[in-house]
């Protein structure tokens, strides 16, 4: 029987019909056997998937804990994890509104994005605590964080998304399409990092009174 290539979600529970019916046509009595590179790869593709979630999962509980330490307080440190999560979701979306398989090929993107993320927020974060620390202002941390670090993560990201981008121009549908999309998440791991790791260290932060911020009135002096 010859099969379409096609999404890695859909080959298992189609084996599993593909064997209910036979059993309804050939009865109990013979021991049907779905086999075949077809089987093979939809099995494949059915572990894949869980290995992938489970990965997931460990990587959220390993790298919390680690952003919670790097940042020294535990408000700051969970909400540092939504621009991590953002272009995950994002990209997983993406995927879905373009009709994007998972394949074999777009399951490494998930190891990608968060290595990107989570780089990009580290840069960010341990930039943004020193000047945090030395201001006690958080908008005057962040303004300084993007002016110093932002002009680091912005030029890591073009050679990234330039070498990524180069994938668009392959024969292979497959490598097409992860080039797409890992440009695209390379992308929006920096847009997190730039408005919204910004957005909610923020409001997260609260501001301390009478200390200077250069080019900045103070509440103590009351300079205008």
């Known amino acids: 029987m010859r099969t379409t290539f096609g999404d890695g979600n859909a080959y298992v529970p189609f084996i599993v019909r593909l064997e209910?019916?036979?059993?309804?046509?050939?009865?109990?009595?013979?021991?049907?056997?779905?086999?075949?590179?077809?089987?093979?790869?939809?099995?494949?593709?059915?572990?894949?998937?869980?290995?992938?979630?489970?990965?997931?999962?460990?990587?959220?509980?390993?790298?919390?804990?680690?952003?919670?330490?790097?940042?020294?307080?535990?408000?700051?440190?969970?909400?540092?994890?939504?621009?991590?999560?953002?272009?995950?979701?994002?990209?997983l979306g993406l995927m879905g509104l373009l009709g994007i398989p998972l394949d074999s090929s777009t399951l490494l993107l998930g190891c990608v994005v968060i290595g990107l993320a989570v780089d990009d927020t580290i840069h960010f974060m341990h930039k943004f605590q020193r000047y945090l620390a030395v201001s006690g202002d958080a908008r005057a941390a962040v303004r300084e964080t993007l002016q110093t670090t932002g002009a680091a993560l912005f030029f890591t990201t073009l050679v990234i998304t330039a070498g990524f981008s180069t994938m668009l121009f392959g024969y292979m549908n497959n490598a097409r399409e992860f080039g797409l999309l890992a440009t695209f998440a390379a992308a929006t791991a920096f847009l997190a990092d730039l408005l919204v790791a910004p957005a909610l260290m923020a409001l997260a932060t609260r501001q301390r009174t009478g200390i200077a911020v250069p080019g900045e009135a103070t509440v103590a002096d009351g300079r205008a």
């Open 20 to 91: 209910a019916g036979l059993r309804k046509v050939f009865g109990d009595g013979p021991e049907i056997t779905v086999t075949g590179i077809g089987a093979v790869m939809g099995r494949t593709f059915g572990i894949l998937n869980v290995t992938m979630a489970q990965s997931y999962a460990i990587a959220l509980v390993v790298i919390t804990p680690l952003m919670v330490l790097l940042i020294g307080n535990l408000g700051r440190g969970l909400l540092s994890m939504i621009p991590n999560l953002l272009p995950i979701w994002l990209t």
